[in-house]
């Protein structure tokens, strides 16, 4: 079974510890304040971005938080042709009017953050985006970024195989 950070065969890898991450979200937060924008919402690219929004919505003092599940990435360097939006959907009624803050893990190709900007701003939100890496390749420039990268990252929170029964 494969797992994000199963990528022993490449030499030249960003790894972010969990104290480094903290440092991160704190960082990304603060910059973010620093701009004027005063998100009403979070919005996480899942899976990939939930632990970065959840960290956000506290710095940033936001209480109202959701997701959005694309699929792009299939394994280490592999990809689907697009990337595709899964159930469940977001509430998108909600979305009209409202300041969001969309946050993921990475903007590769940046492919998966166009298309979630353009569905949320095709409902009527204001929408800025931040990312813990951005890669050169990236097509969409996020907002806020808090490190640029050509490498790959391995994440704390999928720097293992799936959990197993019995361990």
Known sequence: ???????????????????GFG???????????????????IIAVARGGLTLAGAMTYALGVKLTDAI???????VNETLPDPVLLAPMLDTDSI??????VVD????????????????????????SAVLYAKPRTVVQPDFIWKSTDQWIVFPWSDQPPAQRGE
């Open 69 to 75: 599940n694309v699929e792009f990435y299939t394994d």
């Open 23 to 41: 440092a991160a979200s704190r960082d990304l937060s603060q910059a973010v304040v620093d701009t004027g924008f005063d998100p009403q919402c």
């Open 96 to 101: 009209a009017g409202q300041r969001i803050l």
């Open 105 to 128: 893990d990475v903007a590769d190709s940046g492919r998966t953050l166009g298309l979630v900007i353009k569905l949320l701003r095709g409902f009527g939100a204001e929408v800025r």
């Open 1 to 19: 079974m494969a797992y994000h950070a199963d990528a022993t065969d490449l030499t030249d890898k960003e790894i972010l510890t969990w104290e």
